[in-house]
């Protein structure tokens, strides 16, 4: 059974600081590529960065600069590092595979307030 556990979300002021993290049971965690989603209000769910084995990561543009992206394989984890959090950042949160798979954890929300 695959789970994605996220987990350390909250409530941060503008410009703040955040770490995000994803546990993941029940896949074959060392060779996947691994991605970080977010989904806003209203909004469809993004793809915000992106890690591939050992290739450099990748981020989209609105947060490149400012999120980082890692992963511990033998804690089958991956972290998104987020800094200089923007409101336009409020959204939840979700870790998955790329492309994703049919098994989305339950999300951790981010607010930002400005």
């Known amino acids: 059974q695959v789970q994605l556990v996220e987990s350390g979300g909250g409530l941060v002021q503008a410009g703040g600081s955040l770490r995000l993290s994803c546990v993941v049971r029940?896949?074959?965690?060392?060779?996947?590529?691994m991605g970080w989603y977010r989904q806003a209000p209203g909004k469809q769910r993004e793809l915000v960065a992106s890690i591939i084995a050992d290739r450099s990561p990748t981020y989209g543009d609105s947060v490149k600069g400012r999120f980082t992206i890692s992963r511990d394989n033998p804690m089958n984890t991956v972290y998104l590092q987020m800094n200089t959090l923007k409101p336009e950042d409020t959204a939840v949160y979700y870790c998955?595979?790329?492309?994703?798979?049919?098994?989305w954890g339950q999300g951790t929300q981010v607010t930002v307030s400005s």
């Open positions: 029940g896949l074959f965690f060392r060779f996947l590529a």
């Open positions: 998955n595979t790329l492309p994703p798979g049919n098994y």
